[in-house]
Nanobody
Framework: VQLQASGGGSVQAGGSLTVSCAAS????????MGWFRQAPGKEREFVGG????????YYTDSVKGRFTIVTNNAKDTVDLQMNSLKPEDTAVYYC????????????????????WGPGTLVTVSS
């Protein structure tokens, strides 16, 4: 499984940005998918996820109502649409996929994911 995240960049607070995770369509159908981020000096943290086959999406509290996971079948990507960005959203964003056998409660942790993309940097200035 190969993943590639793209779309990172710089934006002012309050702005919007979309990062995309590219993989084969079968990958997103057969695996749970997660977005994580890691800010300098901090641990990698869960941002949002999508159950295999697109059954459900879920988010960490700090991004609820601002971030949305969208499946783009035309491009074979799963996108993280980020609105109302804040400086504290600055981080390297990673997409990952993991076995669909994992229970929902585990999907908020990096250990539930087996394959990771290389990450893309998002910088939000105040």
């Amino acid at each position: 499984v190969q993943l590639q995240a793209s779309g990172g960049g710089s934006v002012q607070a309050g702005g919007s940005l979309t990062v995309s995770c590219a993989a084969s369509r079968s990958t997103f159908s057969d695996y749970n998918m997660g977005w994580f981020r890691q800010a300098p000096g901090k641990e990698r943290e869960f941002v949002g996820g999508r159950r295999w086959g697109g059954r459900a999406t879920y988010y960490t509290d700090s991004v609820k109502g601002r971030f949305t996971i969208v499946t783009n079948n035309a491009k074979d990507t799963v996108d993280l649409q980020m609105n109302s960005l804040k400086p504290e959203d600055t981080a390297v964003y990673y997409c990952a996929v993991g076995s669909k056998s994992k229970i929902l409660s585990s999907l908020y942790t990096p250990g539930a994911y087996d394959y990771w993309g290389p990450g893309t940097l998002v910088t939000v200035s105040s």
